[in-house]
């Protein structure tokens, strides 16, 4: 189990640098120039738009009532990103869009949707990793994300 957690807390911390390095790589794209931020803004989009993904999932949730215990059936929806990691993708979420849900699928920036399985999370850093179960034309990696 610890080597498990130190697994999961050697990739937050490699997805922790990718993501300040998105951050200063956007802070830059965003600078003021002679173009308007509009026209970044809009490039921006037009880069990175494709590696962003929707993730569906259900999610049980009971209530006690005054009648008893009453269960329902909730959509649960987010978004999240594709990453290259030891030359496999993955998607990266936030863990409360996938914490405790079941029936996960993740849906590409062409409409197709396949199933994924969460392989880790880290609650305290809200962040889930998930493996999807579609074809590897399907994945448009962020581009800007190093992998270690």
Not at 57 to 84: A, C, H, K, P, R
Not at 96 to 121: E, K, L, R
Request: no cysteine; aromatic share 8%; proline share 2%.
């Amino acid at each position: 189990m610890s080597t498990e957690v130190s697994a999961l807390k050697s990739q937050v911390s490699s997805l922790e640098e990718a993501n300040s390095n998105l951050q200063s790589l956007l802070a830059s794209d965003a600078a003021p120039d002679s173009n308007s931020s509009m026209s970044s803004a809009g490039s921006l989009y037009a880069r990175y738009s494709a590696s962003v993904v929707t993730i569906q999932g259900y999610e049980i949730t009971t209530q006690n009532t005054f009648f008893g215990q009453l269960s329902s059936i909730e959509s649960v929806q987010g978004s999240g990103f594709v990453v290259d990691y030891q030359n496999s993708s993955y998607v990266v979420t936030n863990n409360h869009v996938v914490a405790g849900t079941s029936n996960v699928t993740v849906t590409f920036s062409d409409g197709d949707s396949y199933p994924a399985w969460v392989i880790g999370t880290d609650q305290y850093r809200d962040l889930a990793v998930l493996s999807v179960s579609a074809p590897a034309s399907g994945f448009h990696r962020l581009s800007v994300l190093v992998s270690t």
